[in-house]
């Protein structure tokens, strides 16, 4: 499977270069009112307006403005302005993929805002730390979070803000496959910006429904939503736009696998890029087309669309989405049996993304050395056998003289035995093989019946208690001015929020939403996270070859697994490092947990009756898999897991 390709779908392709450039000359002139100005109060306002500019141009260097900022806002003394440091400090953390670090930031501006009855302020921040939490997967957070912002907004009349925050809540609804939910709010984003006259957005916001019905398989609802924003675009002379969304619904059918409908809108998508000048745009409508092609099975198109578009990558460098030209490329050179240059393209495709030079697409690298290699093996394997059966025969041949010389009654006699003994044998294991068949049909039903019960639980308190808790505290938060007073307040408000926070987890290790969303691999590594993120264990997740679904009860049986195997990690090992990798192989799922602390004794624990192993062993046996462990050098534990998948 090959990354998705998003970027139709986000807005995010202004022509790179101009940008750049427009962007430098803001910033000059920001920095040059900057050093005009001998206020600190007005020169942090715009420095930091100059640093925000800067921060898209040089992330690498965006510390050293964040500096220059910490001095000014000390000489100013103002505490809203300490405040717009750590949200700049935490803006920074966030470019570069450092959350849970950009977090800290965010929720300590949020604390002096508070303090300051700044409700813009604190709109602001949450709508940082909504969208931080959803880059950490963390949709219930983001979503309580930009619920915080919208109310502030709604409060005070900033009506294109709440349908913006009320879109955000929406795209993430729909990530989640909540999709009545999704349309909701994203209906309510849409009434607004028509209510109050902001017919131009609404082009964005018709995009983004397109795409929430697209994701639910709506195709028709997402065709009409998708024609309406390019309704809107063409009449503001938006070609750009038009462009960008004719080619989501192109990569959205693709998809789908309606190939020859995405022909037509990923045509129509180049046609408004290149009237409107977005050269470095047509690289997307045109990968599209390549693939639709590849799939139709007409790779001489495909490769007249994919070696264009590679064509203008070149000469706009860009990066992305290169790694699918390569593949596309690859693709019709193989299908035109061009084997060589199909296999020089697929090199250039794996040395782009190490991640998938070890999965999947090495395979279609080696798939003929492969073949060879197996056929010469199973051709060596045969003459083996044959020469094994001949030998056999021979030997068999010998004893049969010898024994029949000797006394051919005896022979009977053996016969005779053997096969009594032999039927014996077969009523024996047709009976174990019963037994051992209805004890699994037994511990089946056992672990299906504990997971629909986790599932109903998780249910009750995600879509019950918890909500109604939420609800409880934002309705406390409410009344903040007229309690704050008391001095038990703040420690009850604590308490609430540790409480919804400890049901909301309890949901969660219940019955793992992400787990239905982002499939084994994204689960693992998000459990992995949360169980040992907070404390001093380094910790790693490796995905190798995981791209598509598999049974929920493999799932389901894995994930389990994994949760007892780090709970051991945690009671057990003082472990100081832990690394866990999951692998496809085609034929099983291997998930391998290694941790640096003091070597564990399954053997000892399974004859003791620990709770924990009897219930990775059931788990394992019910997927019919092994389960090995063994001591780490120099010391620690290794646990193999391995299970069977069609």
Known sequence: MRRTLITFLLFALPALLQKATAQQAGADSLRALYLQEKNPAKQFSFYLQYATEMLEINL??????????????K????????????????KIRKGRGEFNEALQFFIQSLDIRKLLNDPPGLARNYVDIGATWAELYQ???????????????????????TASTYGNIGNLYSDMELHDKAFSYLEKALAIRLQHGEEKKCMYTYNNLATAYGKAGQIDKAMEYAEKGITIALKFDNQYVAGVIYGGIGHLLNEK??????????EKSAKLLEDAGRKPNLVFPLVNLATAYNALDKPDKALQYALKGYAIMQETQQADPLEVYYEEI????????????????????????????????????????????????????TRQKLDIAEKNNQLFRQKSWIYGLIAVFLVLAITAFFLYNRYRQKQKAAMDAAVIREQQLGLNAVIEAQELERKR???????GIAQEMVAVKLGFEQFSPLLSANQHYNQLMKNLGDACTGVRNISHVMSPP??????????????LRNSLGMTSIKHHFENLGMKERVDEKIEIGLYRIAQELINNIIKHARASEVSMQLQNTGSQLILRLEDNGESFDFEAAKEKGSMGLLNILSRVRTLNGQFLSEPSQPHGTISLVRIPVS
């Open 457 to 463: 639980i998780a249910r009750d308190l995600h879509d």
């Open 330 to 381: 690859a693709h019709a050179y193989e299908k035109l049996g061009n084997h060589k240059a199909s296999l020089e393209w697929y090199k250039k495709f794996m040395q782009l993304d190490d991640s998938l030079f070890r999965a999947e697409n090495i395979k279609n690298l080696a798939d003929i050395d492969t073949k060879y290699q197996t056929q010469k093996k199973e051709t060596e394997i």
């Open 139 to 161: 949709s219930d957070s983001a979503i309580e979070n930009y619920i915080r912002a919208a109310a502030f907004y709604e409060k005070a009349g900033d009506y294109s803000n």
């Open 60 to 73: 690498p260097g965006a510390d050293l403005y964040a500096d220059t900022l910490s001095t000014l806002a």
């Open 257 to 266: 696998k309606m190939y020859t409908k995405a022909i037509e809108y990923c």
């Open 75 to 90: 000489k100013s003394g103002q505490k809203d302005q300490e405040a717009d440091l750590l949200v700049y400090r935490g």
């Open 514 to 527: 992400i787990l239905e969303n982002k499939g084994l691999a994204g689960s693992l590594d998000m459990l």
